[in-house]
């Protein structure tokens, strides 16, 4: 008897093991179905946040080329085009696969000059798809904004205006010049050979404002050609605005001349849309030595005939790689060519958001940049800068409107930008913004001020908002 119940125990200890193995088998396979269900939803997690990362991409790409098209071409449905462009380019094309692309401008609610895009695709589950879960829509909405273009001083000074001295002149390079000199708009290739992106061969634009009451008018270019009589610039004397430079950023010779074209139109009474501008005259000068550090009246017309207009002067360098400085002015006609200019004749030409600058002297001086109008109240104001590289130390903003506020900027190294962004206050009532800059003769760079908010001036670049 004591046998038996020995055995009968021994069996039934077996038998409580065998079950407790079965369950712990159960157990363990249950928990494996968890895990790999909680493994699975994190790589569709996974997937789905690198997709999203995707979508998010290109709806920003395709915000900034519309908000681009509308600040350069003025144009709707080229900027709808183009948003589509981009965003199929990024792989979200509109149809095909349940892709929504849409764009929205205006902005309800927002300013004039927001571009808003929004990308949504139903996208694939693996895993999830155990618990019926096969796709999950992943969208992205992007807005853009156009900046607005701030006028800009073309002689960095209010006392400077009709001479061609100064603490600023203006300049461009031609389209076969070095990318690192100072033009990032007029060059053709970046220093590696790569295609310059920003380069348009549209040149730049400067406003001429003419009172109506002033007839006959002459517009007087300061050495227009690119004629370097004493080679390379003057360190002793600065006066020398024209520099020969080869493609590779060498020293250059009269062959290496650029050739500058400029272009005077009448605005048809729209200043900020450079399309329906009507041509009024055209001249180019390339290596010419007759107007040489001399005033060249380069255009006369009759203000009566452009009643309720005024005038864009265009300057594109057609040809070349070498360097060639300038100055503009506007008045009527003087009696002889010695009679002395009055800078307080009631004309002004700005530059339009865009300065091509050339630094006169060594060290400080403060440079008058331009008006930025109440407009930009609470909005941002963009001071962009490139190639502030010749002796540049520091550079330092303020604003008459805005007493005892300063705000410290930063040098954009050799052949690149960078931009000083400072917040304007919900009471800003608009003023003259000035730039102390400390730097070195003969600094070649580009200078451009715009703001966020939806002023009266020309739109210019483009950022992202949200």
């Known amino acids: 008897m004591k046998d038996m119940m020995t055995k009968h125990l021994r069996k039934s200890k077996r038998t409580q093991r065998s079950r407790r193995g079965g369950l712990v088998m159960i157990y363990v396979a249950l928990g494996l179905v968890v895990f790999l269900s909680i493994a699975g939803y994190a790589v569709d997690m996974n997937l789905l946040y690198m997709r999203k990362a995707r979508v998010q991409r290109a709806a920003d790409a395709a915000a900034l080329a519309g908000a681009w098209m509308l600040a350069n071409l003025y144009s709707k449905d080229q900027a709808f085009a183009k ?23 205006p902005v309800a609610g ?19 798809g155990i618990m019926g879960i096969n796709s999950v829509q992943v969208a992205a909405t992007s807005t853009a904004v156009y900046l607005t273009l701030a006028p800009m001083n073309i002689v960095g000074g209010t006392t ?11 300049s461009v390079f031609g389209p076969a010049g070095f990318y690192p000199h100072g033009d990032p708009y007029g060059v053709k290739e970046l220093a590696n050979g790569d ?21 006959a008018t002459d517009v007087e270019i300061f050495d227009p050609e690119c004629y370097n009589a004493g080679g390379v610039a003057s360190p002793a004397t600065g006066t020398r605005f024209d520099e020969y430079w080869r493609s590779d950023g060498s020293t250059g010779s009269a062959s290496h001349h650029t050739t500058t074209q400029y272009t005077l139109y009448a605005d048809n009474g729209t200043p900020n849309n450079p399309n329906d501008d009507t041509q009024i005259s ?9 107007t040489d550090l001399t005033w060249d009246k380069t255009f006369s017309l ?23 400085g300038f100055n503009l002015r506007a008045g009527p006609p003087r009696a002889t060519p010695s009679t002395p200019f009055d800078p307080n004749n009631g004309t ?23 008006y930025v109008p109440a407009e930009a109240a609470g909005s941002q104001l963009l001071i962009r800068k490139f190639d502030t590289d010749v002796g540049s130390q520091s550079v330092t903003y303020t604003c008459d409107s805005l007493p005892g506020k300063s705000f410290p900027g930063i040098l954009a190294g050799n052949g ?3 931009t000083d962004t400072i917040s304007l206050p919900e009471d800003y009532t608009g003023g003259n913004w000035l730039a102390t800059y400390q730097a070195g003769i003969q600094d070649t760079s580009q200078w451009e001020m715009s703001y966020t908010g939806s002023g009266p001036g020309r739109p210019g670049g483009v950022k992202l908002v949200e």
């Open 416 to 418: 690149v930008f960078t």
């Open 83 to 105: 948003s589509q462009e981009y965003a199929t380019s990024n792989g979200y094309q509109n149809g095909p696969a349940g892709t929504t692309v849409t764009t929205t401008y």
């Open 160 to 170: 400077n205006y009709g001479s061609q001295t100064g603490p600023t002149t203006l």
């Open 195 to 215: 295609p310059n992106p920003l380069y348009t061969g549209r040149g730049y634009d400067f406003d001429i404002n003419v009172p109506e009451t002033m007839t």
């Open 282 to 290: 055209r001249k180019t000068f390339g290596n010419a030595s007759g």
């Open 302 to 324: 009759d203000r009566s005939a452009y009643v309720g207009q005024n005038f864009r002067l265009n300057v594109t360098a057609t040809s070349g790689s070498s360097e060639n």
């Open 348 to 370: 002004s030409i700005t530059a339009q958001g865009r300065l091509p600058m050339n630094f006169n002297k060594n060290g400080s001086s403060a440079i008058t940049l331009g």
């Open 110 to 128: 927002g300013p004039p000059n927001y571009y808003r895009v929004s990308i949504s695709r139903p996208e694939r589950t693996f895993f999830a």
